[in-house]
C-alpha cells in the first residue's frame, strides 16, 4: 500500500501547451494535488504557476526529483526528453505520466518499461481517447459481440495547424525523432483503435508525406505557433505532415488510417469506423457524445447512458457533454486511483495506458516509418 494520507502529490513537467491541461486533470480527477509546475525559462514558468495557481514554479528539475514529498511526476516536455526525465523520476521512487512517444525509439521505451517494474512503480502514457466515455462504450460492445466477427477498421485523423509554410513548432526539429505526424496524432488513433478493438496491429503498409519540404521557421524562440510576423529563416523538412497507412490485424481483419496535419478546414477530425458480420460501429471526436451502430435492417445513434459502470468514469450527467479535457482527467483519475488502491503496479493488470502500451505504440509507428522506407508490408515487433 502507497503511504499517503488524502492525495498523491504530484509536480508537472512542462509549461506548453498540454502541460497545463494535466495540471486541470490531475486537481479534477480529486486524488491528486498539483504542488509544483517546472520549466526551463524561468518567466514563462513563473507566469504559467500563478495563472494556474500552482504555488511552485521550478526550473531545477533535480530539486523535485529529490523531493520526497512528491509522489507523481507528469513529463509533458519535447519527445527527446521524455525518456530522461521519465528515467530520472522512476529512479527517484516516484510514480509517472508521460505524454506520448513514451520514446524515440523502442529499445528506450522498453527500458523505461523494465525501469518501473523494478522499481515497484506506476508508470502511464497519456492516450487520452480511451478517456472518452463512448469510445469505452464502443470498446464494451465490440468485446460483447455486437459486431460480430470484425472485418475491417478505417478513420483519420486529420489536422491543420500545420498547413502554412510559415506554421512552425518543436515538433518540426530533426531530434523530435523520425516520425512527426505519425508519432504525434497517428500513435493516438491507432492506440484507440487497438483499445476499442481489443486486436493488435500485426502488419503495416506505410506511404509518408512530406507535402512542406521546405519552412519558415522563427528566430525568436518564445514566437507562438502560428506566428506568420517577425525575422524567420528558411528551413530543410524531413519528417512527415501526412500519411496513409494499411493495416492487418492479429484477427485476420484488415484496415486503413489517413494522418495530416496539413489538411486545411479539420482542426481535430479524429474518427474511427468498424465493421463485422453483423453491424458496423463509428465514433467522432468532434461529436464525442455518441456513436453511429449500423445493420442492414437499421442505423441508430447510441448516447452516452448515466450508468457509469457502462460508459467509463465521468463525473458529468448524461447530456453535459464530456470532452478531450475530462477525457484526460478520467484517465488520471484512473491512475492515480490504482496507486492509492495500492494496485500492483503490473502492465497486464493496469487499468490505464501502461508504459508497456508506450512501447506497443513506438513498434507500430517504427514498423510504419520502416514500411514507407522498404515500400512494403513491416510486422511491428512484439514484445
Not at 25 to 33: L, S
Not at 101 to 126: F, I, K, N, W
Request: glycine share 10%; charged share 25%.
Amino acid at each position: 500500500m502507497v503511504d499517503v494520507s488524502d492525495t498523491l502529490r504530484t509536480a508537472v513537467i512542462g509549461t506548453g501547451f498540454v502541460g497545463p491541461f494535466h495540471v486541470d486533470a490531475v486537481r479534477r480527477g480529486g486524488i491528486g494535488e498539483v504542488v509544483a509546475i517546472a520549466g526551463s525559462n524561468p518567466e514563462r514558468t513563473a507566469a504559467r504557476a500563478r495563472a494556474l495557481g500552482v504555488p511552485r514554479a521550478e526550473t531545477d528539475v533535480e530539486a523535485l526529483l529529490s523531493d520526497t514529498d512528491i509522489d507523481v511526476i507528469h513529463v509533458c516536455t519535447p519527445n527527446d526528453t521524455h525518456v530522461a526525465l521519465a528515467r530520472r523520476a522512476l529512479e527517484a521512487g516516484k510514480h509517472v505520466v508521460v505524454e506520448k512517444p513514451l520514446a524515440l525509439s523502442l529499445a528506450d521505451a522498453r527500458g523505461l518499461e523494465t525501469l518501473a517494474a523494478q522499481v515497484g512503480r506506476h508508470g502511464m502514457v497519456a492516450f487520452t481517447y480511451r478517456g472518452y466515455p463512448m469510445v469505452r462504450r464502443a470498446r464494451q460492445l465490440v468485446a460483447e459481440g455486437e459486431l460480430g466477427d470484425l472485418r475491417l477498421v478505417h478513420g483519420a485523423y486529420l489536422q491543420d495547424w500545420l498547413a502554412e509554410e510559415t506554421d512552425y513548432n518543436w515538433r518540426l526539429e530533426p531530434g523530435s525523432g523520425a516520425s512527426r505526424a505519425v508519432a504525434d496524432i497517428g500513435s493516438h488513433w491507432i492506440d484507440t483503435v487497438e483499445f476499442v478493438s481489443g486486436r493488435r496491429v500485426t502488419g503495416v503498409f506505410a506511404d509518408l508525406a512530406t507535402f512542406l519540404p521546405a519552412r519558415q521557421r522563427p528566430l525568436v524562440e518564445a514566437a507562438a505557433f502560428q506566428d506568420a510576423s517577425g525575422e524567420r529563416e528558411t528551413v530543410a523538412i524531413t519528417s512527415e505532415d501526412a500519411a496513409t497507412v494499411l493495416l492487418r490485424l492479429e484477427d485476420g481483419s484488415r484496415g486503413s488510417v489517413v494522418i495530416s496535419q496539413v489538411s486545411p478546414g479539420r482542426k481535430n477530425a479524429f474518427g474511427f469506423e468498424m465493421a463485422g458480420s453483423r453491424a458496423s460501429l463509428a465514433w467522432e471526436q468532434e461529436r464525442p457524445e455518441s456513436l453511429w451502430i449500423g445493420s442492414r435492417s437499421e442505423a441508430r445513434r447510441l448516447t452516452r447512458e448515466p450508468d457509469a459502470a457502462t460508459t467509463g468514469v465521468p463525473s458529468l450527467p448524461a447530456g453535459h457533454p464530456e470532452g478531450w479535457a475530462e477525457a484526460l482527467r478520467d484517465v488520471v483519475r484512473t491512475f492515480y486511483a490504482a496507486i492509492v488502491d495500492g494496485s500492483p503496479a503490473d502492465d497486464g493488470l493496469a487499468p490505464y495506458p501502461t508504459l508497456a502500451d508506450g512501447a506497443r505504440s513506438v513498434a507500430v509507428v517504427e514498423a510504419i516509418v520502416e514500411s514507407n522506407r522498404r515500400q512494403a508490408w513491416v510486422v511491428p515487433a512484439s514484445g
